[in-house]
């Protein structure tokens, strides 16, 4: 019957249980705990992903570092062995005695005139002292080791020849 708290049959095997305000009442105060439990249980895995995300930006940061530090490395690696870094070549062609100051990777004289010229000498930065003779057609290169410098190096050459000069400098 509707409206009261004795079980009733309908048709075969289905039977509808009312219970009291209370015991429906104590269901549904069971349903919303279980719920709030549930809920609870997201925020502590929600808290927990958070944290593990944050983790997984702090590992790409530091691996974005090493990443930099690495391709650093390799750089200077590749300039150790290759002996490059940032260098550019200058070519001067001259008629008349002069320096090549300190501080070059790669120094060559070429004679390209019909005149002897010298490379050397006392290499005090005044090219008056004669240095090694460089014959007309002649040609030589100094080079320093690794990322090492040459000193200074003084030249001759006269009016009448032309010396070809190429300095590779930082």
């Known amino acids: 019957m509707p409206g009261s708290n004795t079980p009733t049959t309908i ?15 104590a269901l549904i105060l069971a349903e919303l705990e279980s719920i709030d439990l549930h809920a609870a ?19 790409t940061g530091t691996i974005k570092n090493d990443i930099a530090l690495i ?25 008349a005695n002069g320096t090549i100051a300190v501080g070059a990777y790669s120094i ?9 010229a010298g490379v050397g000498g006392d290499n005090d930065g005044t090219p008056v002292v004669a240095g090694t003779v460089l014959k007309a057609g002649e040609t030589v290169t100094f080079t320093a080791p690794g990322k090492d410098t040459l000193d200074a190096m003084d030249y001759q050459a006269s009016a009448t020849g032309e010396l070809l000069i190429a300095v590779v400098k930082a």
């Open 41 to 59: 249980n997201i925020s502590t895995d929600t808290g927990n992903i958070e944290t593990h995300v944050g983790n997984i930006d702090s590992d």
């Open 11 to 25: 048709g075969a095997g289905c039977t509808i249980d009312y219970q009291s305000d209370a015991a429906v009442l």
């Open 108 to 116: 060559s004289f070429a004679n390209v005139g019909t005149a002897d």
């Open 71 to 95: 391709k650093a490395d390799v750089d200077d690696i590749r300039i150790a062995v290759q002996g490059v870094a940032g260098r550019t070549p200058e070519l001067t062609r001259v008629t």
